[in-house]
């Protein structure tokens, strides 16, 4: 197995460019999560997907930030327009089923990300 | 409301010496605690888990016990490496909420 795949590892842009991260879950996993890691703030959880529906928005900082799941196999994370505190390691992470039955997370090697 | 407090780093450390990263949590259900280990560059990976108390997780000669008197989960090791350098997480999964709650984490520097 691949693993979480993200993509791009490093994106560096321009204040007020929009931004899209990747991610490809792990395939029969149903639960996707975001992550946010600064030095400032540790590990943040933006959103999280359960069977390509959203659950729980609420660490999504502001209207700037959205995530989509169009289907099992792929997740979007997007910043528009970007802003230099956007600047961080950015995770995506899948489980086989709900965090509530205690399964593990599988983490992407993360997209740096850098907002000049 | 869930939270982990960790122990703050970085913790600098010889070869084979013996390693503690105190862990503890605040839940108001019946959590399941777990380390997570992240090696420069990757993600996080988890290295153990105990899912009720009085369990103890191991794995690569780490050990923790999750300790509900206390509300502890400490992580052990009884001669770290210089591989072991990495950066720790203690984490709880609350069922009642569906979500993982991570600590800060802490840097642990193992000198040869």
């Known amino acids: 197995d691949a693993g979480v795949i993200q993509s791009p590892r490093h994106e560096v842009t321009e204040m007020g460019q929009e931004v899209t991260l990747r991610c490809k879950p792990i395939s029969g996993h149903n639960s996707l999560f975001w992550y946010r890691q600064t030095m400032m703030r540790g590990l943040e959880l933006l959103i999280y997907f359960n069977n390509n529906v959203p659950i729980d928005d609420s660490g999504m900082p502001e209207d700037r930030f959205s995530a989509k799941m169009p289907n099992a196999s792929f997740s979007t994370l997007k910043i528009q327009p970007s802003e230099p505190r956007d600047s961080a390691v950015y995770f995506c992470?899948?489980?086989?089923?709900?965090?509530?039955?205690?399964?593990?997370?599988?983490f992407g090697s993360g997209t740096q990300l850098s907002v000049l | 409301g869930n939270s982990v407090t960790q122990m703050e780093g970085p913790v600098t450390l010889s070869e084979e010496a013996f390693l503690t990263i105190n862990c503890t949590y605040t839940?108001?259900?019946?959590?399941?605690l777990f380390w997570y280990v992240q090696y420069p560059g990757e993600g996080l990976q988890l290295l153990l888990k105990a899912t009720k108390a009085d369990d103890k997780g191991s794995n690569k000669g780490f050990e923790a016990t999750y300790r509900k008197e206390t509300t502890s989960f400490h992580l052990e090791k009884g001669s770290v490496q210089v591989s072991d350098s990495a950066v720790y997480f203690c984490a709880l999964s609350d069922p009642n909420f569906n979500k993982f709650y991570f600590g800060s984490g802490t840097k642990l520097n193992v000198k040869p």
């Open positions: 839940a108001t259900g019946y959590p399941s």
């Open positions: 992470a899948s489980s086989l089923g709900s965090t509530g039955q205690n399964e593990k997370l599988f």
